[in-house]
């Protein structure tokens, strides 16, 4: 199999707009099926999380502009709507992408959250030192 680069500008998108696996899964799992409404509790069961965490994806694909709340009754739910043709694009070729290249996608949203752990645990040093 060929190992090509991950496309410049999806790299980015990764770097800047997925901030974990958990929160790839989920959006991927809105994207599926974008008429379906999705509660705390079902998105839980789907990826193996808590309820607490489900929510926490679900307020955050929702800020992310990925997802919004349901317009009808009940409103504690959330579906798949993209806020805009271009970002629905983006997810769509990264949905793409992922399929192809699950673990180079992967290890790019881990290198994110190691290279943020790094400059946190920096600061601290820093201030510490001072």
């Known amino acids: 199999m060929e ?3 991950l496309p410049e500008d999806l ?3 990764v770097l800047t707009s997925i901030p974990s696996v958990p929160f ?3 959006l991927l799992l809105l994207r599926a099926n ?3 409404q999705w509660h705390c509790a079902s998105l839980a069961g789907r990826l193996y999380v808590r309820e607490r965490t489900a929510q926490a994806l679900l307020e955050e694909l929702a800020r992310a502009g990925m997802a919004e709340h349901c317009e009808a009754p009940p409103h504690d739910c959330y579906q798949y709507r993209p ?3 271009h970002l629905r694009e983006r997810i769509d070729a990264l949905a793409d992408l992922y ?3 699950l673990v180079e996608v992967t290890v790019l949203i881990h290198s994110s959250l190691d290279r943020k752990a790094q400059q946190f645990a920096d600061a601290f040093r820093l201030r510490k030192d001072s």
């Open 3 to 5: 190992n090509a680069p």
């Open 11 to 13: 790299r980015r998108f």
């Open 24 to 26: 790839l899964e989920a």
């Open 34 to 36: 974008p008429t379906q």
């Open 83 to 85: 806020s805009s043709p």
């Open 99 to 101: 399929a192809r290249h």
